[in-house]
């Protein structure tokens, strides 16, 4: 079955370390996103990806980083630079400018200790 | 930058009443809408999406939404909600040609007995 995948599901992080998100997706898509989601705010976009080797900042890209090495993969890291990384975070792909929509991954929940 | 506003933050509903979920944005140009649906602790679902052609579009479990382009409205109903409807709903909106979403902050319907 074709998807995206996000691991791990819940994760803990102790405050002053980096920790990445890992986002896989095997639907053959070009664009993939990474969103926050915290409660009474919905999504907010931290970072984008439009093809291989290429990426782009979102509206809150400050204390994170990304990588686009290879297609299928658009892991996430959560530096110690973030100041309030406790969160939801959602990983999406796009599969063609003409139809827009966007598909999720589970996402993983993030709490920093 | 587009802007999408979700009217109720919380819609609690009787089980086989109807619902709507309210969705204005602020763009006046041609744009691409969706709804989204997000059960507790999982991703994002898409519900129906408008792209172009009839205003009035039917998506999945029963629901259905009205484009209104001199209201920039996106509004949600289902005729008859079940408790498995309980769930945030986001409405979210792109400019054609452009890789983002913009969200809106989510309604949480709450289905009772």
């Known amino acids: 079955d074709g998807g995206i995948t996000q691991s791990p599901k819940y994760l803990f992080r102790k405050e002053g370390q980096n920790v990445t998100l890992s986002c896989e997706q095997n639907l053959n898509h070009d664009a993939m996103y990474w969103y926050r989601q915290d409660p009474g705010q919905g999504l907010r976009l931290i970072y984008y990806?439009?093809?291989?080797?290429?990426?782009q900042k979102g509206d809150i890209a400050e204390g994170y980083s990304v990588s686009r090495e290879k297609k299928e993969s658009f892991p996430l890291t959560v530096t110690s630079a973030q100041k309030n990384p406790t969160a939801f975070y959602l990983c999406?792909?796009?599969?063609?400018?003409?139809?827009?929509?966007?598909?999720f991954g589970p996402g993983t929940r993030l709490t920093v200790l | 930058a587009q802007s999408v506003t979700q009217l109720d933050s919380q819609v609690p509903v009787f089980e086989e009443a109807p619902v709507e979920l309210r969705c204005n944005y602020s763009s006046s140009v041609s744009v691409y809408l969706f709804w989204y649906v997000q059960y507790p602790n999982q991703g994002l679902q898409l519900l129906l999406k408008y792209l172009s052609g009839s205003t009035l579009v039917k998506g999945i479990n029963g629901f259905e939404a009205e484009f209104n382009k001199s209201q920039t409205s996106f509004h949600l109903r289902k005729p008859s909600v079940h408790i498995s409807d309980t769930a945030e709903y986001f409405c979210a909106v792109s400019y054609l040609d452009d890789y983002k979403l913009s969200f809106g902050a989510g309604t949480t319907v709450t289905v009772r007995a």
């Open positions: 990806s439009q093809i291989v080797n290429d990426f």
């Open positions: 999406a792909s796009r599969r063609d400018r003409v139809n827009n929509e966007q598909f």
